[in-house]
């Protein structure tokens, strides 16, 4: 199995969500974990070769954001999702997760830097995982098989989980803050040495600012304070647009559910507050319609016809009158509708007996 879909992004969604709660606490985390119902990811009946492919692909995928580049609470977001997926696995015995050996070093910095920062919620479950052999130290981070092409996967940073890009932070460090501080005190103490007056330098010699090591921290961590207030500045103009989409959406599906009641109601009163009148020249029509259907043969409500069969009967008439009334009544409604009417025989026309034949003489 090459690939899960969906499964990388329901890792960002929830590594994105944790990032945008600004925390690196395990209670946050398992918050978003639970909300998301995120221990159902292996449900499902299936076998167990494919169970141990997905699982193994899991944690593959959770792996990777666990290492440089990305940031800091990304990483640490990782290490929580490796362990609640480590934990919520259904492989008997458990899948482990496969660390090679150039990676180690930057676990352990990364470790230390959880104890400097007394993050001890993310220290405890780096060494519950550790207490429960949940890593696999391996040479290479991927299995090599022999004389089979290499497949070189390009991975796809997000770009918002990466470190910002920073060189001033990179080159101007704490360290280089404290040595270039020595250096500056030094060279005043040896400008006092050679000047005229011992307690302070002379005006000549005074060729740089004697805050020159102030001013560049403090224009150091404005520039870091620019840049973070910049990161959250993008990161809520991304969020503002979607939720004005989703605001357009709602309005328009309310907008055509009102213009599609609007419309019915329309229809509705059109249909029932229309009166059909009838035109001068029509109106003789419409009455010799109504008393062509008011005849016997056709027009009869079925109340009418129980009103009538409880009634006695008039006596039965000959066949030819029934029939001569019949063709009179079928020819004034085909006249007036202008569409043949199909009358269905009476049961009595088949009890009539046909006139005997005289012989001759």
């Given amino acids: 199995m090459d690939g899960v879909p969906g499964l990388k992004e329901d890792c960002e969604e929830l590594l994105d969500a944790f990032q945008q709660a600004d925390t690196v606490r395990f209670e946050r985390f398992a918050e978003l974990w639970r909300e998301r ?47 609640g997926l480590y934990n919520a696995q259904l492989c008997q015995p458990k899948q482990k997760i496969r660390i090679a050996l150039k990676h180690w070093p930057e676990i352990q910095k990364f470790q230390l830097d959880l ?39 390009k991975n796809d940073f997000k770009e918002e989980f990466k470190d910002p890009s920073n060189r001033v932070n990179s080159l101007i460090t704490n360290d280089v803050l404290e040595e270039l501080m020595n250096i500056h005190d ?3 103490k040896m400008k006092c040495v050679i000047s005229a007056d011992k307690s302070q330098p002379d005006k000549a010699l005074s060729l740089i600012k004697d805050d020159f090591v102030v001013n560049l921290k403090d224009i150091t961590l404005e520039h870091q304070e620019w840049q973070q207030n910049r ?46 009148e009838v035109s001068r020249s029509r109106r003789h029509r419409q009455v010799q319609l109504d008393s062509s259907e008011s005849g016997p043969s056709c027009g009869k409500s079925p109340g009418r016809s129980k009103k009538g069969s409880r009634t006695p009967q008039p006596a039965r008439r000959g066949s030819s009158e029934v029939r001569g009334e019949k063709q009179v009544a079928e020819e004034a409604v085909t006249r007036h509708i202008g569409m043949p009417i199909i009358v269905e025989e009476d049961s009595e026309e088949g009890e009539v007996s046909l006139p005997k034949r005289r012989k001759r003489r």
């Fill in 115 to 153: 104890l400097d920062a007394q993050h001890y919620d993310a220290v405890y479950i780096f060494r519950r995982l550790r207490l429960a052999r949940a890593f696999h130290f391996t040479a290479m981070p991927k299995p090599l098989t022999y004389r089979t092409k290499k497949k070189i996967e």
């Fill in 231 to 276: 990161m959250k500045l993008l990161r809520n103009a991304e969020v503002v647009p979607e939720a004005e989409d989703r605001k357009k959406e709602e309005t328009l599906l309310k907008s055509e559910g009102s213009e599609r009641a609007n419309a019915l109601a329309r229809i509705k009163y059109k249909s029932y507050s229309a009166v059909v």
């Fill in 186 to 188: 030094h060279y005043q």
């Fill in 37 to 83: 119902r995120f221990h159902t990811i292996f449900y499902g009946r299936i076998r167990a070769l494919e169970r141990n492919k997905i699982t193994k692909k899991t944690l593959d995928v959770a792996q990777q954001y666990f290492f440089p580049p990305y940031s800091f609470q990304i990483r640490v977001g990782a290490l929580y999702l490796l362990y």
